[in-house]
């Protein structure tokens, strides 16, 4: 996507499917992979992030599996892609430069700044629980 990593789209979408599954107790990285068809070593390291960071309760063992350890309805999209993307406050520049700002802008800096405050208030404004209401399942 244009706006996000490939990493933080991949935490959003097992987040998701957590929330779905999750229901009855842990769910195994292995069925989480499967189902979203994301490499198992990769999104198990995108899984442990979000353990350590309190998103998600982890257990190993023949029963274990990942669960949400925050309520969908409390978890902002914001919360879970800022562990990988650089989202709210400074965002990247659009143009790449690695210093960009209103003292020193790039051609794109004045129009992606309002646009970049939305979608940093559409990820801050939504939460997990938004998208599990509203959307598809």
């Known amino acids: 996507t244009l706006i996000l990593s490939g990493t933080a789209e991949y935490a959003l979408r097992a987040i998701i499917y957590l929330a779905q599954h999750s229901t009855n107790g842990r769910v195994a990285a292995a069925e989480v992979?499967?189902?979203?068809?994301?490499?198992?070593?990769y999104?198990?390291?995108?899984?442990?992030?979000?353990?350590?960071?309190?998103?998600l309760d982890s257990c190993r063992g023949k029963h274990g599996g990942f669960s949400l350890a925050v309520?969908?309805?409390?978890?902002?999209?914001?919360?879970?892609?800022?562990l990988f993307d650089q989202v709210g406050d400074r965002p990247r520049c659009l143009l790449?430069?690695?210093?960009?700002?209103?003292?020193?802008?790039?051609?794109?800096?004045?129009?992606?700044?309002?646009?970049?405050?939305?979608?940093?208030?559409?990820?801050?404004?939504?939460?997990?629980?938004?998208?599990?209401?509203?959307?598809?399942?």
Do not use: M, Y
């Open 43 to 55: 999104l198990g390291k995108i899984l442990h992030v979000l353990a350590r960071a309190g998103i």
């Open 33 to 41: 992979s499967e189902a979203l068809e994301i490499p198992a070593n």
């Open 71 to 82: 309520e969908p309805e409390r978890l902002s999209l914001l919360r879970v892609v800022s």
């Open 96 to 137: 790449g430069r690695p210093e960009c700002s209103d003292r020193s802008p790039c051609a794109a800096h004045e129009r992606w700044r309002s646009v970049s405050q939305q979608v940093t208030r559409f990820f801050d404004e939504t939460t997990v629980g938004d998208l599990l209401s509203e959307g598809p399942r």
